[in-house]
Structure formats: C-alpha cells, structure tokens
C-alpha cells in the first residue's frame, strides 16, 4: 500500500519568489511520488490555501500516512504564527487541533518547515495524538526556518522499516539539511503533556551522548545498530566521517574537564573546543544531518518516534 501524504503550501511571501518557491515545491513532491508515495498537494506558492480548505482536506483525508507544511511564518506573542496565503494566517496551535480533530485518535506524522516553528512545538505535545512525531528545523524563540533539497524528499532505503516515514525522516536529515549553521533538526514526540524534554535537538543529543562518554568507548551495540539504521541512506564513508567526529568531540570534551579539574594547572588546553564554534565547522562540512541522525540511530527505541515501541533499558540520557 502507497504510503498517503497531505502537502500543505503556502503562499511565497515576495511575488520575485513565487516562481522559485513553486518550482522546489513540485520537484519535492515529484521526489515523494518517484520513491512510491501519493501525494495530496494542497495550495502552492501562487495562492497558498485557505483555512476551510485546510478543514476540509484534514476530513476527506483521515489516517494519511505524514502531513508535510511548507509555509511562511512568524512568532506573535511567543506563538507560531502559519501564513497560508497573501493576509491570510492560522495560529499553528489551531492547525494541530484540526489534525487531531480528523485523526481517529491515531497517531500522525508532521514534518513542519516553516519560520517559527519552535514555538508551536509544546501546544503540539499536549494537542496532538499521543506518540505523534513532528520533525522541524527551528529551536523555540528562533524564527528563521531552512530550505531543504527536494531530492530528499524520498521514501526510501531499507524496505524493512515498519513506517516507510521514517525512511523519508532519515533521508531529508541524512541528505536534505542545507549549510546552515543555525539549522537544528528537531523531533517533538507527544506526550499529552507540555514538557521541554520530548523536544528533542539531534545536535545536542548527540554532543550530549559524546560528554556522557568521554574517557569511555562508545557503547558498541548502540553504535552498530545505529550504522545498520543508517547505511540505506548514508555512505559508509560518510558513517565513517560522522563517527569520528563525535569520537574527535568526545576527546576534546575530556580534554577541557581535565583542565578545569586540576585548578593548580596555570593553564587551560589550547584545544577545549567551544560546542557552537564547532557546530559551524559541522556544517560547514555537511555533517549535521550524518550525526543527527546517528543520535536518531543510538536513541531510537528510547524515544519511540515513528510510532515504534519505547525500550527502556537503554543508558541514562542527557536532558536538555
């Protein structure tokens, strides 16, 4: 069975954009429809959509397998503020309650990419079906959201992932992200209950796992599985890359804990890295997506994303 997406787009926000914003829309449903998904497109850069058209979509549509939002959009009063076509705007909390409303208490799948986003993300928790999964690219009290490449929207690798969603997750963080620098892939897992800790940063999940290891060797099992997860998406060479970074970061982290250590030591190492000065340098080398999802790989079972069963009896983890 082809896997049912609903693809919202709003209105471009400058008429010299419209062309462009149109043509990445249709190039990234194409790359959906190419790798077997049907895709419902709702609205375009031209127009945008409506709100009734929004509510009527949501109804006819129910049980779709993601919903995928491409809109413009701001904070107000530290809210998500969509913008569906010219003067036309939703509060992002009202569109998570149309989903819900026309989910049949099933779980859903979000990928929101829009200016904003962050600050919808604790509504979304308490709002939407338990265990549903958002994936967006913007930190709460940041507006700027990301282009992604519309190659990367495509359902694809290995076929014996139980949500083929998950498969488009791990291609667009494993080959879509852009060379931006305050790029920060989330994922958000509903809880029924607002709470920062399922707001989940790969990048600070996955430096977070490198200081609960440094002076120890990286659990094999969690990395072994995490390789496996990732290899229809990722180059071995880029895996290899990927890991020896978070191997290079965990010894720096050592390496600065040993300095502050021993307060005797009249001086601090040359090389104690700073997390967002080395974050540029991540991105600059096209490896945010290869380690966000590595952490994806190490914590998958724990977080439960995707509609997958939550495993308790992984390590302790960092809370952000």
């Known amino acids: ?14 008429a010299q954009q419209i062309d462009s914003e149109q ?5 990234s449903v194409k790359s959906l429809e190419e790798s077997g998904a049907e895709v419902i497109k709702i609205g375009d850069a031209h127009n945008g959509f409506s709100w009734d058209i929004t509510q009527a979509h949501l109804k006819e549509h129910k049980n779709v397998s993601a919903i995928i939002v491409n809109v413009h959009g701001n904070i107000d009063d530290d809210r998500h503020l969509m913008c569906m076509a010219e003067n036309q705007f939703m509060w992002a909390e009202n569109f998570y309650k149309a989903v819900s409303d026309n989910s049949n208490g099933h779980s859903v799948n979000i990928f929101m990419f829009s200016c904003g986003s962050g600050n919808g993300l604790k509504q979304a928790q308490k709002i939407l079906p338990h265990r549903s999964t958002i994936f967006s690219l913007t930190t709460p009290e940041e507006v700027d959201s990301h282009w992604l490449d519309p190659k990367g929207f495509a359902i694809s690798g290995d076929h014996s992932i139980a949500n083929p969603i998950e498969g488009l997750f791990l291609n667009l963080i494993c080959n879509a992200l852009p060379n931006e620098w305050r790029c920060d892939p989330h994922l ?12 989940i940063e790969l990048w600070g999940k996955a430096t977070g796992f490198c200081c609960e290891h440094s002076g120890f060797d990286f659990p094999e099992q969690y990395i072994n599985e995490a390789r496996e997860l990732l290899r229809p998406y990722l180059s071995g060479e880029r895996i290899v890359s990927a ?4 191997e290079y970061y965990k010894k720096e982290v050592l390496r600065k804990r040993a300095a502050l250590e021993h307060p005797d030591v009249p001086f601090v190492a040359h090389h104690a890295l700073d997390t967002e000065d080395f974050k540029s340098e991540v991105v600059g ?11 994806y790989g190490i914590y998958r079972d724990e977080w439960g994303a995707f509609q997958r069963p939550i495993i308790d009896t992984l390590p302790p983890t960092l809370d952000l």
Not at 23 to 27: D, K, S
């Open 285 to 295: 080398h096209r490896l945010l997506g290869p380690i966000g999802a590595m952490a």
């Open 188 to 199: 958000t897992i509903t809880s029924g209950v607002i709470g920062k800790k399922n707001i």
């Open 243 to 246: 890991l020896a970074t978070m």
């Open 1 to 14: 069975m082809k896997p049912r997406i609903l693809y919202f787009k709003g209105a471009a926000s400058h």
């Open 23 to 27: 043509t990445h829309f249709l190039e």
